[in-house]
């Protein structure tokens, strides 16, 4: 016959297994709740700002909501709304409907790093989210401002 103590061992084990189910299940609710959809994106910089495409894997035919930071710093927002027909030519995308562009502001010549970020809002419009689209792209704007150096994203 099992001792008092070890029952209490017994039941103490139980209340650990299920207390850590309970918070696994908890975890993945919120994660599926608070986190962004899988966005893919391409962007490249050009000799007047910064160019790509956007696409919501959860809505295909959706148009993604695009941030534009410099330097660690918000420059510009916009919506991947232009035509870019490769993208759906190359099965990543429902339409051609996913292109982005923007202009670069007026930036000191230096080194400087771009990051293209997709918006994602969930909770009913109450919680936003942004999710990096590839790479930072890195490129050099020389005295005269022509943009040079510069570093793709893949």
Known sequence: MPSSGSK??????????????LIGALA??????????????????TDTGIA???VNDADPYGRV???????????????ANLARPDVSAAGRASDE???????FPTLPAGRHEARIYA????????????QLLGDPMTFTI????????????K
């Open 8 to 21: 209490l061992v017994h039941v103490l084990i139980g209340k650990s297994i299920l207390e850590t189910l």
């Open 28 to 45: 993945v609710f919120t994660f599926i709740t608070l986190f962004p959809p899988q966005f893919h994106g391409w962007g490249e910089v």
């Open 52 to 54: 790509g495409w956007a």
């Open 65 to 79: 909501q695009v941030h534009l930071f410099i330097n660690g710093q918000f420059v510009a927002a916009g919506v």
């Open 97 to 103: 409907w996913h292109g982005y562009k923007f202009s």
């Open 119 to 130: 918006l994602h809002d969930s909770g009913e419009g109450r919680r936003k989210s942004l």
């Open 142 to 153: 020389q005295d005269e401002g022509k943009v040079v150096n510069v570093t793709k994203n």
